[in-house]
């Protein structure tokens, strides 16, 4: 059994999607980030980072519990442990690149994109024009590499499909205020759009619906979402 902490934002939404894709038979944990629940000692014991996704695999290798944070590594895990959506051998280099473009790329410049847009005071014209085209140029860039092709790596649907699928779900957010973010890129936008047609999309969107997160970003969430911009015992 997989115990899946979760909140609906887009890191989580790429395991929630790996899960059902996989077929593994696991339990949702509400976090709810906007509370502070992520902060509690009991889930710092399973993320010392305090953020979700996390996962608790209590079948895991030599019968004892593993817990997995970070949404890329989680996906490893699980793709390896299933052996399911990891590619060919000689897709690995590809697979290991490709997944870490989009963890160390994609999707933290789609969180400030995010966050100068949505959160932060006004008067950030830099920050937000910054993330905006890092995001535009990232999206340049996995369009190129999907000219002719079904998917990112190999000739199969992969973790990495499911990991940029996370982020390029959230395209309307992340570019503010474009109806359709993803005109500019004819290739990714077609890629888009098959996967996200895949069964397993709507069962994934559908993690979490039963539960009521909070919506408000006031005071405590603020303080929650982001602790580092209170001075320590504030």
Same mark, same amino acid.
Do not use: C
């Given at each position: 059994? $997989? ?23 696991? +339990? ?17 014991? $399973? ?7 996390? $996962? ?8 004892? !519990? ?13 793709? !390896? ?12 280099? !590809? ?26 005071? +006004? ?95 006031? +005071? ?15």
């Amino acid at each position: 059994m $997989i115990r899946f902490y979760f909140h609906p934002t887009p890191n989580p939404a790429k395991v929630a999607l790996l899960l059902e894709e996989t077929g593994l038979a696991y +339990e949702v944990v509400p976090v709810d980030t906007s509370k502070g629940e992520q902060h509690s000692a009991a889930f710092r014991a $399973i993320n010392p980072n305090g953020k979700v996704p996390a $996962i608790v695999d209590t079948d895991a290798a030599g019968g004892v !519990e593993a817990r997995v944070f970070d949404s890329s590594a989680i996906l490893l895990y699980l793709g !390896e442990k299933t052996n399911q959506f990891m590619g060919t051998p000689a897709d690995r280099p !590809e697979l290991l690149s490709w997944l870490f473009f989009i963890s160390s790329g994609l999707g933290p410049f789609s969180g400030q994109a995010v966050h100068f847009q949505y959160a932060a005071p +006004e008067g950030n014209a830099y920050a937000v024009n910054r993330y905006r085209r890092e995001i535009e140029r990232h999206y340049q860039v996995l369009d190129e590499r999907l000219a002719g092709r079904e998917f990112i790596v190999g000739d199969s649907y992969s973790i990495v499909d499911i990991s940029a699928w996370g982020w390029l779900d959230r395209a309307p957010r992340v570019l503010k205020g474009e109806a359709d973010p993803l005109a500019p890129f004819p290739n990714l936008k077609r890629w888009f759009q098959a996967i996200d047609a895949r069964p397993a999309v709507g069962r994934a969107r559908a993690v979490g619906k039963d539960h009521a997160f909070k919506k408000e970003l006031d +005071e405590q969430a603020r303080r929650a979402l982001f602790p580092s911009n209170y001075p320590l015992n504030a």
